[in-house]
């Protein structure tokens, strides 16, 4: 909890942040920096810390299996998670005005994909409107693959990626603080066995 510390007024901002992190009751979530991994379990409504692990841990992969032993345990078959973003991995953009359409939302987007030299097929776009502005997240979709790829070699089901700007973008910009989702390019599949 020491997260809540300076960054949110209360306990109860604290937690109602951290709720966006699950995807359904008792669900898990990877929060991911560039320094490591920190999993969380949502126990009875409340984020719980299952553990942190650093990227260069020399025993990064027995961290994953413990976790995923939890993990299993716990959901009472395979985990299915939430991978949070590392901030620096999601392009944030925001546009004065009121983007109505889809149509509007493909333009702006492919005007910053060209400044950024990606094509539309290359990437995943998440979009909310406040008030009169529209705020785009922009993931490259290998970024997302590796993300799954790395989860699912440790037993782990991704259901959804979310990405948030970091905390004084959120303030400047008046953004709600709900996350931006990114849909899975590697789709669940769910083995049933007779």
């Known amino acids: ?45 409340a984020p719980t810390v299952i553990g942190d692990v650093s990227s260069t841990d020399p025993h990064l992969y027995k961290r ?25 991995y999601v392009l944030f953009r925001t546009i004065d005005g009121d983007v109505a359409s889809q149509a509007d939302q493909d333009w702006w987007t492919e005007q910053i994909l060209r400044e950024k030299q990606l094509t539309r097929a290359d990437v995943s776009v998440a979009c909310q409107r406040i008030e009169e502005r529209t705020f785009l997240a922009i ?6 693959r590796e993300a799954n790829d ?26 709600s603080g709900r996350p931006f989702v990114f849909r899975n390019p590697s789709p669940l599949v769910l083995q049933v066995q007779e």
């Open 139 to 144: 993931v490259e979709l290998q970024t997302l």
């Open 150 to 175: 790395f989860a699912s070699s440790h037993g782990f089901w991704v259901s959804r990626f979310i990405g948030r700007p970091a905390r004084k973008m959120q303030a400047t910009e008046k953004l």
């Open 64 to 88: 994953m299996a413990e976790w995923c032993t939890i993990a299993q345990r716990l959901a009472e078959g395979p985990p299915v998670i939430t991978i949070v973003l590392p901030s620096e």
């Open 1 to 45: 909890m020491a997260r809540q510390t300076g960054e949110f007024s209360s306990l109860e901002a604290w937690l109602a942040f951290m709720q966006d992190y699950f995807d359904r009751p008792g669900g898990f979530a990877f929060e991911t920096s560039l320094h490591g991994i920190r999993m969380l379990y949502d126990l009875k409504g």
